[in-house]
């Protein structure tokens, strides 16, 4: 741990990834050494990462963690090291380019209202489009669907430019995220129970919660390939994104509300898996489901204390949730565009 604090400290959480560090690392440090200092946390890897890096990067700082932690814990543990005002969680399958890192630090060090933001994020493997994770920034509707500038469900849009204004959002993409450490840790960091996914959401709707604001400034931009760890259809990444969004609204949906979206949720969910069974014949999946809610019911006392200290926290939110839902207006609606919908 350094005695004198850092300006920007870069993190990447690491799992078993030689070849994403080999990809991606070079990238990195070339177009972001001068502005940050960059670590590289290794989530108790099987793999030859860490004999790696001391070969090939030895200014890159390492952090060796016990055993894996996870996306939220790993996160949280590594963090815990590193002395910095800003911290940069990056995924390891993202390309940066030139002076992604200048537009974000000056935007933040002038909008102290603001405690997290993303770059513009676009797919690695088709650069010109919007990348799932997290495209220009996300919202999540009334029924806590994310969805983002760019990307609404399984539709992601071509960049034309469309989302290059800074925008005041929910969230802000895990893959990428630019946060301050005073903010960060106001709130408790990320959730580690989650484990993985759903979990920067949860930690950007608690910050929304107490008044912080959320941009997407799209001066900045990255690539990121997506799906390194969980690709989409694995029923553990079903599993946990349902598990994980059930939580998070019950921690974070005001009282008026969360009756009402609990029972939505029920059917909406079920309605999900005999989708998943009926007509994708995916039978993984449709278990994911009823697992979630299973395991949601069986530890949702564990979040009665977060509730009632997040509620008791709540001023104005700095972004509402939006007032529709999400799927109406994308399968009955037919509006697959985020300027489309109302």
């Known amino acids: 741990m350094s005695l004198v604090m850092d300006k920007i400290a870069i993190v990447i959480l690491n799992w078993n990834g030689r070849k994403m560090l080999e990809q ?8 972001s050494q001068d502005e940050a200092v960059i670590y590289v946390a290794d989530n108790h890897s099987t793999d030859d990462s ?4 001391a070969e090939q990067f030895p200014e890159v700082r390492t952090i060796t963690l016990d055993q894996n932690y996870g996306f939220a814990g790993g996160y949280n543990k590594a963090l815990k090291q590193v002395e910095a005002e800003y911290y940069v969680l990056l995924n390891s399958d993202v390309e940066v380019t030139q002076n992604w890192l ?12 603001v405690a997290a933001c993303q770059p513009k994020l676009l797919s690695y493997v088709d650069k010109g489009n919007f990348e799932y994770a997290g495209a220009a920034g996300g919202f999540i509707d ?20 469309q989302y290059d204004q800074v925008e005041q959002v929910l969230w802000a993409t895990g893959a990428c995220l630019f ?20 979990e920067e959401i949860d930690l950007c709707w608690r910050l929304n919660i107490i008044g912080r604001q959320i941009v997407c400034l799209p001066d900045s931009v990255v690539y990121h390939l997506g799906g390194g760890t969980l690709p989409k259809g694995n029923p553990m990444k079903t599993f946990l994104n349902f598990r994980n969004n059930l939580t998070m609204l019950y921690k974070c949906l005001p009282d008026s509300e969360l009756r009402h979206v ?33 395991e949601f019911k069986k530890w949702r006392r564990q979040f009665e204390a977060d509730r009632k200290r997040i509620q ?11 007032p529709f839902s999400l799927l109406w207006q994308y399968y009955v609606k037919g509006r697959k565009r985020f300027d489309e919908l109302p």
Not at 262 to 277: C, G, H
């Open 50 to 53: 860490m004999a790696f890096l």
């Open 102 to 113: 200048s537009p974000l630090v000056k935007y933040m060090d002038e909008h102290q209202e």
């Open 262 to 294: 609990m029972r939505w949720r029920w059917f909406l969910d079920y309605l999900a898996a005999a989708k998943m069974l009926l007509l994708e014949m995916n039978l993984g999946e449709f278990k994911a489901v009823f697992k979630a809610r299973h």
């Open 179 to 198: 946060i301050r450490s005073t903010d960060y840790w106001n709130v408790g960091g990320l959730d580690e129970r989650f484990f993985a996914h759903n």
């Open 24 to 31: 991606y690392l070079s990238g990195v440090v070339a177009c």
């Open 312 to 322: 008791a926290s709540r001023e104005a939110p700095a972004v509402e949730r939006k």
């Open 142 to 161: 009334r029924y806590g669907y994310p969805f983002c500038r760019g990307r609404l469900f399984e539709t992601v849009e071509a960049d034309n430019g």
